[in-house]
């Protein structure tokens, strides 16, 4: 390789290392406002893992609720198997909506 063509390279690889560091600071600058976005889901991700870990915390709230305040677990109870019923049928109705879109060529 001729040096020339060595110096030609060398100046470009140097810009392109400075135009590296530049696009790096302004990607840090934009990326500061959603800090604490991300702070905020490794810690419910920390969260979600310590329960998976540790299930009786889990099952220990609702145990604990029906013993104090049986009323008021049957109520909620009764407010979390609607809102699953509601989104089951929900989802059966997206399912057959899907099938019934889906057009067979042959």
Not at 18 to 38: A, I, K, N, W, Y
Not at 74 to 88: D, E, N, P, V
Request: positive net charge; glycine residues 6%.
């Amino acid at each position: 390789m001729s040096s020339g063509r060595a110096e030609v390279l060398a100046r470009r690889r140097e810009r392109l290392v400075l135009r590296s560091t530049l696009l790096r600071g302004l990607m840090e600058d934009e990326l500061h406002g959603v800090q604490p976005v991300f702070t905020w889901a490794d810690r419910i991700q920390d969260g979600w893992t310590w329960l998976r870990t540790n299930p009786m915390v889990a099952l220990a709230a609702p145990v604990l609720l029906s013993v104090v305040r049986p009323r008021k677990a049957m109520g909620t109870g009764m407010r979390l198997w609607s809102a699953w019923k509601i989104f089951q049928g929900y989802r059966a109705a997206r399912a057959a909506s899907a099938a019934s879109s889906t057009v067979v060529r042959r």
